[in-house]
């Protein structure tokens, strides 16, 4: 009989229930790309590392602002400071320095410089010098050829490891062991490549366009650059300690007097998705008290439709109590078209969540989502209840009805 009211009226059961469409369609879709930057980030972190920390003179991690006078003021660190790490902090197993062009603007980005193979040309790349124990501290997997060694730059030998993207576009259907390719003009032998970094949302533009290239080789060819990026892994279970350490040497050595902050940044892969899942935390909690107030409305919609329905239906009551129906019958009676209206107003929801959800990644393609069950049976589960909850007033007032005033009733 509910399905029977609900198919007899079916422009005015849609618009009633409206608002629980759009309430459960935004819940489903929120929650899909909270669980897909869930997954995304737990990949990022699981390919850099729990273990790693960054280090580098500004502060790491998702910036809003441009640098500040005081961070451009800052020295940069020095191959010392990465070696003293090393020498003063057991609790870090390996630690790796990166050197590249100064800093030297209002944002955080260094000199650009662009690759070469043939007529192929790549611009906006992480190219730096680094030592060969980059490869544990970050994590970083070669699935052709191999990592560059302490012998080759200790001799300052022109060779380079590429990443998955400068390989895709430079060499397409091969590998490019053993090619020579140029950056800026400098000759270097391909003698690696990377595998493709995890994660989307983390990932900057460079972290698949990488060349990296031995610390002193790179010294050879650029010996003004002295920006240097430090990478430290700690053993597990000890990261905070690995960080205190850090911190204290970094102190000492470059001066900082006990009362002040540090004049250097240091952070983690953790830390930064941690910021990352903080700012979708708050983007969540506005959608939801968004979808909040659609099942609000859509709820107050189905009491006004309801009480409209216990009007129309006064004289179908009076008979119904007069043949013996109980206030009970009367009860579930509108109660199950309540929650049958809002419940098949909850499906629509659902698939329009996840309609939403699967075509959000053809148009972002950097944004991953994930439909997860929970969120699907929490929504139709609310959506019921919200039927529920606002049927009650329209299902008591038909059931106290007076079977000889409703029969009466025209």
């Given amino acids: 009989m509910a399905l029977e009211t609900v198919r007899d009226h079916k422009a005015r059961s849609f618009l009633t229930v409206l608002g629980v469409v759009i309430g459960v369609a935004a819940m489903i879709f929120v929650a899909s790309i909270l669980v897909g930057v869930s997954r995304d980030v737990a990949a990022y972190l699981d390919d850099y590392g729990t273990n790693t920390l960054f280090i580098f003179r ?26 003293a790490i090393a020498d003063e902090c057991p609790h870090v197993k390996s630690v790796v320095a990166e050197i590249f062009p100064r800093i030297t603007g209002d944002t955080f980005q260094p000199e650009p410089r662009t690759a070469r193979y043939r007529s192929h040309e790549i611009s906006n790349l992480d190219y730096s010098g680094a030592n060969s124990s980059y490869q544990d501290v970050y994590n970083a997997r070669v699935v052709q050829g191999r990592f560059f060694t302490d012998f080759e730059d200790l001799h300052r030998e022109d060779v380079a490891v590429i990443g998955d993207e400068i390989n895709t576009n430079f060499f397409p259907g091969d590998d490019g062991i053993s090619k020579t390719i140029t ?37 050879k060819h650029y010996p003004a650059d002295d920006e240097h990026f430090i990478g430290a892994e700690a053993y597990p279970g000890f990261k905070a300690q690995a960080e205190d350490e850090i911190r204290g040497v970094l102190r000492r050595r470059r001066g900082v007097p006990f009362n002040k902050p540090d004049n250097f940044g240091m952070s983690s892969a953790e830390a930064i998705a941690e910021n990352f899942r903080q700012i979708m935390s708050t983007v969540a909690l506005m959608t939801i008290v968004v979808s909040s107030i659609g099942l609000l409305v859509g709820g107050v919609g189905v009491m006004n439709i309801m009480l409209m329905s216990v009007t129309e239906r006064t004289h179908e009551i009076g008979v119904r109590k007069a043949i013996g129906a109980r206030r009970s019958d009367v009860i579930r009676q509108f109660l199950t078209e309540a929650v049958m209206l809002t419940g098949l107003g909850g499906l629509v929801g659902v698939v329009l969540g996840i309609g939403a959800a699967a075509s959000l990644p053809l148009i972002f393609p950097s944004m991953p989502t994930s439909v997860p069950l929970w969120a699907v049976v929490a929504a139709v589960v609310m959506a019921a209840s919200v039927g529920l909850f606002f049927g009650i007033y329209p299902a008591v007032k038909a059931a106290r009805l007076d079977p000889v005033e409703a029969l009466r009733y025209e």
């Fill in 183 to 219: 950056v800026d003009g400098i000759s270097y032998t391909v003698v690696g490549v990377l595998e493709k970094r995890k994660g989307q949302l983390l990932k900057d533009d460079t972290a698949d366009r990488v060349i990296k290239v031995p610390y002193n080789s790179y010294r």
């Fill in 58 to 83: 500004f502060d790491i991690g998702i910036r809003t602002g441009r640098l500040t006078a005081e961070e451009r003021a800052r020295k940069p660190l020095t191959l010392a400071d990465m070696q």
